[in-house]
């Protein structure tokens, strides 16, 4: 594990895991650290009581996909069907989603998907300042286990999020942001709920997910 991963752990206040026994070889560890280190993010996601949305759930919808993953793909907070399954993105969005990344699959690969919040809001309703702050953390250890190459935030409250901004969606789609908050470049988009709402809108997600490419060296 080089200096800088492990500093950011110990500022995000995540303890590496030592061997005192046989020594492992650098790949195990690195593959060791990595592994407890996301079952401790589940594990504190599984008991987080920091909001109130931890009276209304069902599950702690964490992440799902390959944690060696080089794209995290970032959305709003669990719907329904998501907080009856304890997975992101499975209810109708969630196919839309799976559909448009499978056009892409090639340049991505498999992503890693997560929510802004890990709990459903009541109803559906937009994520409220003290659910996302409260959240921010989980979400901030995810980023650093994954270290992705490049991050597809769908919607408003994920783009806000992790750009540190309120601007309208229209003006933060359409451009690769090397300002995150967390230094990887972002790609906003529409979020696959509103393409549902609004299908014309789909070629303009197309576009962010050709700019998107770019992040991962083609530029066709
Ligand atoms: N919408 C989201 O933002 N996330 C989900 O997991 C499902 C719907």
Redesign the pocket.
């Known amino acids: 594990m080089s200096n800088y991963k492990e500093q950011i752990l110990k500022e995000i206040g995540i303890p590496l895991w030592r061997t005192r026994g046989k020594e492992l070889s650098g790949v195990e560890r690195e593959v060791s650290e990595k592994f407890e280190c996301w079952d401790k993010v589940t594990e504190d996601a599984n008991v987080c009581e920091s909001c109130p949305l931890h009276l209304t759930r069902n599950s702690v919808?964490v992440g799902k996909g390959s944690k060696e993953a080089e794209l995290l793909i970032v959305?709003?907070?669990?719907?329904a069907e998501?907080d009856k399954q304890g997975l992101?993105?499975v209810?109708k969005?969630?196919i839309l989603l799976d559909q448009m990344m499978l056009s892409c699959s090639e340049y991505f690969g498999e992503a890693y998907v997560v929510?802004v919040i890990k709990c459903r809001p009541p109803g559906n309703r937009t994520p409220e300042k003290i659910e996302i702050d409260s959240c921010f953390g989980l979400l901030l250890r995810q980023i650093r286990l994954l270290s992705p190459k490049g991050i597809l935030a769908?919607?408003r409250t994920a783009a806000h999020t992790l750009l540190k901004s309120d601007a309208p969606l229209s003006n933060l789609r359409g451009k690769v942001h090397y300002d995150s908050i967390v230094e990887i470049p972002v790609v906003v988009t529409y979020?696959p709920?509103y393409l549902l709402r609004s299908p014309q809108e789909k070629v303009k997600s197309w576009e962010d997910l050709n700019l998107l490419k770019t992040i991962f060296g083609d530029v066709n």
């Open positions: 919808v959305g709003e907070a669990p719907g998501e992101p993105f209810g969005a969630g929510n769908l919607g979020h709920a």
